[in-house]
């Protein structure tokens, strides 16, 4: 995968107050245009929600020390173990000296205990954090989109769910924010992937996360998105479940 980037490609946009998108785009040979976002939560405990990949360090952290002190950081989180999700975050958490890592409780145990050079916060199912005027609430949602330690974080003062890899958009440049469509381009991208897990409790987590009524949904890839966030995940809820009725 083509991975370098220079820091002027790197975009930072406030999708939602405090809370800012940071994107690099990326060419993927064969593959085209694609783009990697990490959320920065700007608090008295700030969090990054993704660290992206290990070679992106140099521009996701010069990003990062364009809105606040690096070594301020203090919560270092992502949805599940993968590369784009975590792969920095040893990177990180060498500049950030009171940084932890942020996870799930089997994420903590299968991987995250061993890998990262300092332990883990790791969170329980339903379990809130303050972060100051913001606070987050980690969801279990196993193999939703995929990987048993996945889970998302609920920001709760401005219900935004940082919701990693769901609604996955392809494309190097999309819009920070957008009102319009985003499951037609990203229920395409799933079908021509096809990195669902194909868990028989997708619709009872969607419908789970849709119940907190989240008005921005802070996607890992492509735009974040603003809207009824509810009516959005039943719908993914829906096409997931039907495509699976065809199988």
Known sequence: MATQAHSSDTAIDEIAPR???????VQIPGAGGFSFNQYLIDDDAPLLFHTGLRKLFPVVSAAVARILPIDQLRYIGFSHFEADECGALNAFLAVAPRAEPLCGQVAAMVSVGDFADR???ALKDDEMLSLGQHCVRWLD?????????CGFLMETATATLLCGDLFTQGGAHTPALTES?????????????????????ARAMLERLAALQPATLACMHGSAWRGDGGALLRA?????EQDEDRT
Request: hydrophobic residues 30%.
């Open 141 to 149: 949602t196993p193999h939703l989109p995929h990987a048993w330690e």
């Open 236 to 240: 993914l809820a829906d096409s997931v």
């Open 119 to 121: 332990p883990p916060r």
């Open 181 to 201: 469509d985003i499951l037609g381009p990203s229920e395409a991208f799933r079908r021509q992937m096809d990195y669902f897990s194909h868990t028989k409790h």
């Open 19 to 25: 809370i800012y998108r940071i994107s690099t785009p």
